[in-house]
């Protein structure tokens, strides 16, 4: 369960940067629940949760207290460090095993330390800070103990195969690392080449990027990237934006988008006061709002012809302003799939240079130069710097509306709406919720993010797609899937009062959104729990576990992208989850996009607009003319 206080401008750190491998292997719903998040078991395998969890209005673990997010960052340190401190993985598993069977025993309300005094475990530092604490806070604690175990489980076996030889290290990666593992080392060996700078001003960066069609030198853009990692790295999975605050969807290379639709609906992208000017072209006269934050979900590269321009504007601005700017990691933000789709090409067209043995990127038979080989591109230096990079972005995100003290939140039961009135909050990713998380934020936050994105949790938090009961009934298709049943217009065609959604003149339309604050309550014909997504990558989710999650995580809806939606947003799963897709006329299929203003007060806001040029898909437009991105060849089923 997650039991969390959310407080304005709550800045997330910790030291991120110690990295342990995710897990993996199949998974299968089987077995008893054990009661606290949908998990059983030492493999730390999905199961039905009991009808107690089902209940409208029933939290079985009410009586935990409501922790500060940063109070369980803390304790994930500690878990993580001690875990780290282990000499093999037979004795970090000894202390994963350890700590989850003293931590089921913490949890309980009437628990007693006579009950745990003679295991060798309660000598661990970790388990004697939980036992300090008062009931209450020492039940929450537990829990998340309890859920950094189920997902490190998975990282642990991950790590165990990964290291092993033999036919399931081949299945589970060897054979793609050996076909590409000379090409990354050289192209690793070119980037340690690249000088650091000692000056170095990323203004001036936002500004050309920003103004011109011109991209700063190679040594300045490979700072940029290195400095971008370094702050990244102090962030952990889970950050937390204050509103007033902008939520974009993919932008996929279409920089003149970012700039004359995205960063010009939603107002500066820094705060007031810096020499950059990144509020992008007005709108049409309006006066624009200041000081919001950004949050960005995820697919800044690929497919369109600018990804380059967009990574060094957004990365740019993260530098100017690191407390405002939020970048979120999506499924192409991983070298297994922008090697395919258009970034790494676009590396070589844009920063051309010839290979150690003076070839340069034309070593591949076939075509005259490298770039008639989409699937054979040798590694460019700024691209395994960018996908470093990438591997620190953070996974999820909490966007808060006005404060809300921990009292004010209910301990248990149905939310009275007057208790939450003010107090929006909304959780965002990319792709979707995971099996494997315990459906709470603790699970994301022991997620490790810090390697390419092959499976487990990893996988799913940046390429599930929600989907519908009704849908796994069709003979298997993706947009039949993840098309809501309800009409999109109709869904936020409502405001506070039911008129019609705000009309602006110019090229944007505002439509102002009533949230629901009813508790949510999953519907037994709409259960369908995970699936494995026809993508041929982690696993699709239904409503029950949207629903699920935002009770116990005392959330008002999700908001994520990675699909293109027609009109730029698509409400499902009753209203709770918002698929936010910011990049018009994406491969040329005519769609809109669009973003979404979360207010500091009052009903949050979406924002359409049009294509602001016409956009060309980049090297993949011919090779795959379809608008929903796909996994690489090696992956495809």
């Not at 290290?169 to 070119?190: F, K, Q």
């Not at 090697?339 to 005259?368: D, H, K, M, Q, V």
């Not at 797609?465 to 217009?489: E, H, Q």
């Amino acid at each position: 369960m997650g039991f969390f206080s959310f407080k304005s401008n709550e800045k997330l750190k910790s030291g991120a940067d110690g990295r342990n491998a995710t897990g993996s292997g199949s998974i299968k719903p089987s077995g008893p629940t054990d009661g606290d998040g949908g998990f059983s078991g030492s493999s730390g395998r999905p199961v039905a949760l009991t009808a107690e969890e089902h209940h409208e209005g029933v939290d079985p673990l009410g009586y935990m207290s409501h922790l500060p997010v940063t109070d369980i960052i803390e304790l994930y340190t500690s878990f993580r460090n001690s875990l780290q401190e282990c000499p093999d993985l037979v004795q970090k598993r000894y202390f994963v095993s350890t700590v989850k069977t003293l931590s089921s025993q913490m949890k309980l309300r009437d628990f007693s330390e006579k009950s745990i005094s003679t295991h060798d475990g309660t000598k661990l530092p970790i388990v004697k800070r939980v036992l300090r604490e008062v009931p209450s806070v020492r039940s929450r604690l537990a829990l998340a103990l309890q859920n950094f175990c189920h997902v490190t489980d998975w990282e642990l076996e991950n790590e165990e195969i990964e290291c092993g030889t033999g036919l399931l290290a081949t299945l589970r990666g060897e054979s793609s690392r050996l076909r590409s593992g000379h090409e990354v080392d050289e192209g690793e060996s070119a980037a340690r080449l690249i000088p650091r700078m000692d000056s170095f001003d990323p203004t001036h960066i936002y500004n050309l990027v920003s103004t011109t069609d011109k991209l700063p030198s190679m040594q300045e853009m490979a700072e940029l990237i290195r400095r971008t990692n370094e702050l990244l790295l102090q962030e952990v999975n889970v950050v937390l934006v204050s509103a007033p605050c902008v939520v974009v969807g993919d932008i996929h290379g279409q920089k003149k988008d970012l700039i004359d639709n995205v960063l010009a609906a939603g107002g500066p992208i820094a705060p007031c006061g810096t020499d950059a000017v990144p509020e992008g072209k007005p709108d049409d006269g309006a006066a624009k709002p200041t000081g919001r934050n950004y949050l960005f979900l995820g697919d800044i590269v690929d497919r369109g012809p600018e990804s380059l321009g967009c990574l060094a504007l957004l990365f740019a601005a993260k530098l100017m302003a690191p407390k405002s700017v939020h970048l979120l990691r999506g499924n192409h933000e991983s070298s297994e799939t922008n090697r395919n789709y258009g970034f790494l090409r676009e590396c070589w067209e844009r920063y051309p240079i010839n290979s150690p043995g003076g070839g340069g990127p034309t070593a591949c038979t076939g075509g005259n130069t490298a770039m008639d080989c989409v699937w054979e591109l040798q590694s460019h230096p700024l691209w395994v710097l960018a996908n470093e990079t990438f591997r620190s972005l953070p996974l999820c995100a909490v966007v808060t509306g006005e404060a809300v003290s921990p009292s004010a939140l209910p301990n248990c039961g149905k939310h009275r709406e007057a208790d939450r009135q003010g107090g929006l909050t909304l959780c965002a990713m990319h792709g979707g919720l995971s099996p494997f998380i315990a459906e709470s934020l603790d699970g994301i936050l022991a997620v490790n993010r810090f390697r390419d994105i092959v499976d487990g949790p990893l996988a799913d938090l940046t390429w599930a797609d929600p989907v519908s009961a009704l849908a796994l009934f069709s003979p298997g298709n993706v947009a039949a899937a993840t098309t809501t049943a309800g009409n999109v217009g109709s869904e936020l065609s409502d405001t506070n009062n039911g008129a019609p959604p705000q009309q602006q003149e110019g090229r944007f339309q505002h439509h102002r959104m009533a949230v629901q604050r009813s508790e949510p309550v999953p519907t037994t014909s709409a259960t369908v729990g995970h699936v494995l997504s026809s993508r041929g990558r982690g696993h699709n989710f239904g409503e029950d576990v949207t629903l699920r999650f935002l009770r116990k995580n005392k959330m008002d809806f999700i908001v994520r992208a990675h699909q293109c939606v027609m009109e730029g947003y698509e409400w499902q799963h009753q209203r709770r989850l918002l698929t936010l897709f910011s990049a018009p006329n994406y491969c040329g299929c005519g769609n809109k996009g669009a973003i979404l203003i979360v207010h500091e007060r009052g009903d949050p806001e979406l924002v359409q607009f049009e294509a602001a040029g016409i956009q060309i898909c980049g090297a993949i437009a011919a090779v795959s003319p379809k608008p929903s991105p796909v996994p690489p060849k090696e992956f495809c089923s």
